[in-house]
């Protein structure tokens, strides 16, 4: 399995909830190691910046409005199979759908307020890890 890099957002939902530390415990005890880690609070623009991909669906503005609302920590998380391991830890994005002990299924009230953000391709995870950690070496 190759080792690589990913992007994750502890959304402001699971940050107001005090729910980081569960989180991240869950991400080290499946072998996520954290390289790069930022305390943020997104403007309204560079939430829409970072999901500029979904600007044409409907719920993009409540989206951009619900990512800056608050703190969130974003993290370059490494490990075998990075990307595709991160989505199945993190669960589906309904968490009404996702697995059983994912940490949407723990975390997640909805399908916008659902805890975590994972990168979902490498291309994705290159491009996500550029827009916060500029300096941070893609592997
Ligand atoms: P995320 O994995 O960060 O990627 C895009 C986000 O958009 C997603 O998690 C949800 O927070 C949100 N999202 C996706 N689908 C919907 C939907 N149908 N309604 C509202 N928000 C959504």
């Keep these: 399995m190759p080792i690589e890099r990913t992007l994750t957002i502890i959304k402001p939902d699971a940050f107001e909830a005090r729910h980081v530390?569960?989180?991240i415990k869950i991400?080290?005890?499946?072998?996520?190691?954290?390289?790069?880690a930022r305390l943020v609070r997104l403007s309204r623009r560079e939430?829409?910046?970072?999901y500029k991909i979904h600007r044409a669906k409907p719920f993009f503005p409540s989206l951009t409005?619900?990512?800056?609302?608050g703190p969130a920590l974003v993290m370059v998380?490494?490990?075998?199979?990075?990307?595709?391991?991160?989505?199945e830890v993190m669960g589906a994005t309904d968490p009404a759908?996702?697995?059983p002990e994912t940490i949407r299924k723990l975390y997640a009230s909805g399908i916008e307020h659902n805890a975590i953000h994972?990168?979902?391709a490498p291309q994705t995870a290159a491009c996500e890890i550029g827009y916060f950690f500029p300096e941070v070496e893609l592997i």
């Design 21 to 23: 530390g569960d989180i």
């Design 27 to 36: 991400l080290e005890a499946n072998h996520f190691r954290i390289v790069a």
């Design 47 to 50: 939430a829409e910046g970072f």
């Design 65 to 69: 409005e619900f990512m800056s609302s």
């Design 77 to 87: 998380l490494e490990g075998e199979n990075a990307i595709a391991r991160l989505r």
């Design 97 to 99: 759908k996702a697995a």
């Design 118 to 120: 994972g990168s979902d």
